[in-house]
């Protein structure tokens, strides 16, 4: 027997609705029969939009000229979908279009867009100094941190300088490579302060590789307790690299040093490895009291105040990379 409609669900019977065209489904919206008018409006609502995914469908097609010229001059009903095209594109665009379309940006764009770019300014592949005037008129106006990053990287040694008070503690290791700003040992990881001082031409008093390089060691082996624990002072992250910074920057008694500690160190059974090498370098320097993070600082006191000011935390690469991965300081060098 066949089932009457006031029998049947509102989705039933909204459904069965569809099979009308649009003409009838009008009728029916502008009828007076309420609830019926509520479900032809919610399919001529389902309608409409389809038709506007249909229509917008091939925009990505649009000449980027055209596109870009829309964005610029604001036009309207056009703006929107330009930001969109120019944001989604922009990676398959050639080097000019790309260079065209970051202008724009900061020339017109908003927050959103300012996001977008300094992403992309960090990196090494879409930097032109044509970007310097608009980067510092950006950064001037919205004071962004994005913004104050390329700044650091990319602007000149004197406007950096004669804004130190705001950007010294953006990007701290950058400032000082870029500037040569004297480093303070205490606000850098040591890995990071020696790479500093290697890039900007930096000179270590006396012993002070050998002292970095056992403070990264004491910190690892009081911080971490990895799976399978290193019983070799270059199985320690950091420490091959910072060997090859001291190589560099031609500290052969500092390097003699730590190997020479290495090699009294192996002969230590592994189970006492890690309490006997902290036991030798706090007797070798004299490091402040050692405090677990389960006590609210992370590393030995002696550091840990003016990294936590910063935060900053650089993390060198293994040897078989350049130098400093994402460090972005080698802009400077």
């Known amino acids: 027997m066949r089932m009457e409609q006031n029998e049947l669900t509102l989705f039933a019977r909204e459904a069965l609705m569809n099979a009308l065209d649009t003409a009838e489904l009008k009728k029916i919206f502008h009828g007076e029969d309420f609830e019926r008018a509520h479900l032809a409006g919610h399919i001529l609502k389902y309608r409409a939009a389809r038709r506007r995914k249909q229509a917008s469908s091939h925009r990505l097609n649009y000449p980027i000229e055209e596109v870009l010229d829309d964005y610029i001059n604001r036009r309207k009903g056009k703006l929107l979908e330009a930001k969109r095209q120019l944001r989604k594109r922009f990676d398959g665009l050639d080097h000019a279009m790309q260079t065209r379309v970051m202008l724009a ?188 993070k389960r006590f609210g600082l992370s590393r030995s006191q002696d550091d840990d105040a003016a990294d936590a000011d910063v935060g900053i935390d650089y993390v060198a690469e293994d040897l078989g990379g350049d130098s400093v991965e994402d460090l972005g300081a080698e802009v400077g060098a």
């Not at 650091?152 to 400032?175: G, N, Q």
């Not at 790479?195 to 004491?218: A, M, P």
Request: glycine share 6%; hydrophobic share 40%.
């Open 105 to 292: 940006f900061m020339e017109h764009g908003c927050a959103p867009e300012r996001d977008f770019i300094s992403e992309k300014l960090l990196g090494e592949d879409f930097w032109v100094d044509d970007f310097i005037p608009l980067v510092q008129q950006w950064w001037e106006a919205s004071r962004d941190f994005g913004m104050a990053r390329v700044v650091v990287k990319y602007c000149p040694r004197e406007y950096l300088m004669s804004h130190i008070d705001e950007l010294l503690f953006v990007d701290y290791a950058t400032f000082c490579i870029r500037t040569g700003f004297f480093p303070n040992s205490e606000r850098l990881t040591p890995w990071t302060y020696l790479y500093v001082l290697k890039t900007s031409g930096g000179q270590l008093g006396f012993r002070e590789g050998e002292r970095l390089v056992f403070k990264c060691i004491r910190q690892y082996l009081y911080e971490e307790t990895p799976d399978e624990p290193p019983y070799c002072i270059y199985g320690i992250p950091h420490v091959r690299q910072m060997m090859a910074y001291l190589g560099e920057m031609g500290m052969e008694e500092d390097i003699r040093a730590i190997d020479a500690f290495e090699l009294r160190m192996a002969k230590v059974a592994p189970p006492a490895w890690g309490p006997a090498v902290i036991k030798a370098i706090e007797e070798t320097f004299p490091f402040y009291p050692y405090v677990p």
